[in-house]
């Protein structure tokens, strides 16, 4: 009988969830990791519900194909419109035994303990805004905290043409945390719910006041993650250790690594480029 093991899967539209992965390997980088980036499609934070869900699937079911047990959505916007569907729909028809985990629950879970004044600002893409999902896994673990969140749509593109060192980064991200801050003037943390923004946060901060908590979500979720295995030792191990890393892409190598070097300081990647159906 073949035994079930695999690295770990990371997976993400585009380039942010290499934040993700660069968190996780910090600080578990005994494991080996396998990165896909939906990178021709991206980005998918505008996109309808079903195109986020049948593009996130179909990553999934590659990375499983790939051998990968466990799979995490190191995207905001997959976790928000797709994860509940994978894991309660077809998780039970593809295999019970394998688990596909998302990025936001982790970092709502630790909000509880920094903020102070009980009011949250998330600053995200218009997918994760407009599925609520951020407002509705607060309320249901702190019905005390109140939740304001705006959609920073230029953010992404930014990042991702390697413009976010520019002024013209200047005026969006002071446009949208300024608007963020009328909605509600007594936030004293915010959530950087997109896994691209940590690249912005020099600038972020410069435009928000200094009371306020910016909050990146890859040491958390690198945090619940060794949680996780410490509670699900079956799967931990499930889960191979020879601190190798693969990256797969939709798009070219060349154009991955062109990018990709924005987000890590590997000097030498091994990608390979795919198809997704």
Not at 28 to 37: C, I, S
Not at 80 to 100: E, F, H, W, Y
Not at 163 to 189: N, P, R
Request: charged share 25%.
């Amino acid at each position: 009988m073949k035994e079930n093991r695999g690295p770990i899967g990371i997976f993400d539209s585009g380039y942010g969830g290499l934040t993700i992965l660069t968190s996780i390997r910090r600080l578990m980088p005994e494991y080996d990791y396998l990165y896909l980036g939906d990178n021709a499609r991206a980005p998918y934070g505008n996109r309808s519900f079903e195109i986020v869900y049948e593009f996130t699937l179909q990553s999934v079911k590659k990375l499983f194909d790939m051998g990968c047990q466990l799979v995490i959505l190191g995207c905001n916007t997959a976790s928000a419109k797709a994860l509940r569907s994978i894991q309660q729909n077809d998780l039970p028809n593809i295999d019970p035994t394998r688990r596909v985990l998302g990025v936001i629950r982790p970092t709502v879970e630790m909000i509880g303990d920094i903020t102070k004044s009980r009011h949250v600002g998330i600053v995200a893409t218009r997918g994760t805004i407009d599925s609520q999902s951020y407002l509705l896994e607060i309320n249901k673990l702190f019905p005390d905290i109140t939740v304001s969140g705006i959609a920073c749509p230029m953010w992404v593109p930014l990042i991702e043409n390697n413009e976010f060192e520019s002024d013209g980064a200047d005026y969006f991200v002071k446009k949208y945390i300024y608007a963020l801050m009328e909605k509600d003037s007594k936030i004293d943390s915010i959530i950087l719910g997109c896994t691209h923004y940590p690249l912005l946060i020099d600038k972020i901060r410069k435009y928000t006041p200094a009371n306020i908590e910016l909050i990146t979500q890859g040491n958390f979720v690198a945090k619940s993650l060794k949680d996780y295995f410490i509670r699900h030792a079956d799967m931990e191990e499930r889960c191979t250790k020879g601190g190798a890393t693969t990256f797969l892409t939709t798009e070219s190598v060349e154009k991955f690594k062109e990018s990709a070097a924005v987000f890590i300081k590997d000097t030498k990647i091994d990608v390979e480029s795919i198809i997704l159906k």
